[in-house]
């Protein structure tokens, strides 16, 4: 197989979030905070001069799933990251059939494997925030 890595020799990264109902933002306000998922999936990737191409937000996707591998197909991405085997469960149907997809493709799965952060009340009013007035203007600040 040969070189997949784009033209400047970056690694290009699919990164992968759960999408997770907002009413579950008490119990598990990571799961619900699919902006900070996929900010822990750049910053890994730039910290190994990787570059994020793709986010996927998915909740209980087919391993077989054409979201998953069109990028993959075309020869645009080079790896698949998620925060944690925790996120994976959640936006996957079968992390074990996935990861044995992309070793039958050639292409590596990893997680971050850093600890989540730790929300307070006020951190959790502005991803309330954020998610419930999506059309209102609201920036998410």
């Not at 850093?114 to 609201?138: C, F, N, V, W």
Request: charged share 30%; proline share 4%.
């Amino acid at each position: 197989m040969g070189d997949t890595h784009s033209t400047s020799g970056m690694l290009r990264v699919t990164a992968i979030a759960g999408l997770t109902p907002l009413e579950e933002l008490e119990a598990d306000p990571f799961l619900v905070d699919s902006r900070s998922q996929h900010a822990m999936c750049a910053r890994w990737a730039a910290e190994r001069g990787y570059v994020v191409t793709r986010e996927l937000l998915v909740r209980g996707l087919r391993p077989d799933h054409c979201a998953l591998w069109k990028d993959v197909e075309a020869g645009l991405v080079d790896l698949f990251v998620a925060p944690s085997r925790r996120v994976l469960e959640l936006a996957l149907a079968s992390v074990d059939e996935f990861t044995a997809e992309c070793a039958r493709r050639g292409v590596r799965i990893e997680t971050v494997g850093r600890a989540e952060p730790a929300y307070d009340a006020q951190m959790k009013a502005r991803i309330h925030r954020r998610l419930s007035m999506p059309t209102a203007g609201y920036d998410g600040r």
